[in-house]
């Protein structure tokens, strides 16, 4: 079974930055597209950030502070965020391929 360990997580402050990093034992890692997903309680799971179709996309509400990038030969993939807000309040999950991480906590706050 394919496994996805996020890391880089925690409590940050608003305008602060994290960078979460995505790391997998799959085989053929450089063959698929990478999603950054997020959730918060209560809603759904949403796509914020994915480089499927050979371009990277991102939802409106982190453009320009979030970026999606990749590493194939370590086989992980990270998401740099900036100027964060209270809002980006959530767990993060990568999904590469058909598989899910654990998801990794990140909080915005004062």
């Known amino acids: 079974q394919v496994q996805l360990v996020e890391s880089g997580g925690g409590l940050v402050q608003p305008g602060g930055s994290l960078r979460l990093s995505c790391a997998t034992s799959m085989t053929k890692f450089g063959e698929y597209a990478v999603g950054w997903y997020r959730q918060t309680p209560g809603q759904q799971r949403e796509l914020i950030a994915t480089?499927?179709?050979?371009?990277?996309l991102y939802t409106d509400s982190v453009k320009g502070r979030f970026t999606l990038s990749r590493d194939n030969g370590k086989k992980e993939s990270y998401l740099q965020m900036n100027n964060l807000k209270p809002e980006d309040t959530a767990v993060y999950y990568c999904?590469?391929?058909?598989?899910y991480g654990q998801g990794t906590q990140v909080t915005v706050s004062s």
């Open positions: 480089d499927a179709g050979g371009s990277t």
């Open positions: 999904k590469i391929g058909p598989s």
